[in-house]
């Protein structure tokens, strides 16, 4: 079994960063592909962010590339999301994910390629 919870959200404003943290327990994430999604009132769970195990690859949404960068500890069993030059319509509840497995070089994209959740954090950028 793997928890997996999500720290560092809050209110920022316009232009600002937030850095969330994932932090694993249980089992290793070292052999994973992991992602990050959010999920904004009334809207469905969107993918975000994602990096292979191998940390050679990586995938982002549109709506963040260039603003977003995902990465890695393993020493530390943790995986990060750097946000920055946040936008009011990257206000959302953010989840990092385990993926169910794959090749070093593996990316992740969508809800069901994630067998383990986080429970969230909010994110809330005001204008």
């Known amino acids: 079994q793997v928890q997996l919870v999500e720290s560092g959200g809050g209110l920022v404003q316009v232009g600002g960063s937030l850095r969330l943290s994932c932090a694993a327990s249980?089992?290793?994430?070292?052999?994973?592909?992991m992602g990050w999604f959010r999920q904004a009132p009334g809207k469905e769970r969107e993918f975000v962010a994602a990096?292979?195990?191998?940390?050679?690859?990586?995938s982002y949404a549109d709506s963040v590339k260039g603003r977003f960068t995902i990465s890695r500890d393993n020493a530390k069993n943790t995986v990060y999301l750097q946000m920055n030059s946040l936008k009011p319509e990257d206000t959302a509840v953010y989840y990092c994910?385990?993926?169910?497995?794959?090749?070093?070089?593996?990316?992740?994209?969508?809800?069901?390629?994630?067998?383990?959740w986080g429970q969230g954090a909010q994110v809330t950028v005001s204008s």
């Open positions: 990096l292979s195990s191998s940390g050679g690859s990586t």
């Open positions: 249980g089992r290793s994430l070292s052999n994973y592909a």
């Open positions: 994910a385990r993926s169910r497995g794959g090749s070093s070089w593996y990316v992740g994209v969508r809800r069901y390629e994630y067998d383990y």
